[in-house]
């Protein structure tokens, strides 16, 4: 059997965790013959990164790295949604509002997860309003990617 992409793997196997429901034969068997081909490896000194196929190309970003961008994403986008005026004013005022909460002060009527997911994200925040309507706007044109298989529970058998 061949090993799927190992991203699409681990997608397919959270959203089913997301559920809540016990991971289908078919994903249990994905999963151990992935694991099966990489523990020798491991094993051998190699990387775990590398022998599960999640080590990135020379000169791309980590996934953790991508990962944590991505909730900084999410949520300046969600907040670019409680901003008012023009798209450079909305950004603007979403960075005014993360640098108070980051100061300590209260910001009313905006969700204080979302300030505290943009900061502990670990990324850094953008520097200019414009800089978070491009992210909110990008957010905006792409739909959610979503796993459309019949262990993800989004499909019935």
Same mark, same amino acid.
Do not use: N
């Given at each position: ?104 002060? *209260?910001? *009313? ?49």
């Amino acid at each position: 059997m061949a090993t799927p992409d190992p991203i699409a793997l681990l997608q397919r196997l959270s959203a089913r965790a997301a559920t809540g429901r016990p991971v289908s034969a078919e994903l249990a068997d994905e999963v151990l013959a992935w694991l099966t081909d990489a523990a020798p490896l491991i094993l051998s000194g190699v990387p775990p990164a590398e022998a599960l196929g999640l080590r990135p190309s020379p000169g791309s970003r980590s996934l953790a790295r991508v990962y944590r961008k991505s909730l900084r994403d999410d949520a300046l986008t969600r907040l670019y949604e409680f901003a008012d005026g023009s798209q450079q004013q909305r950004g603007e005022t979403v960075l005014g509002w993360i640098d108070a909460h980051r100061d300590g002060y *209260p910001v *009313p009527g905006v969700p204080v997860e979302c300030l505290d997911e943009v900061l502990a994200a670990g990324e850094s925040v953008p520097t200019d309003g414009g800089s978070v309507a491009r992210i909110a706007k990008a957010r905006a044109a792409v739909a959610p990617a979503v796993t459309v298989a019949r262990d993800c529970g989004t499909v019935e058998p």
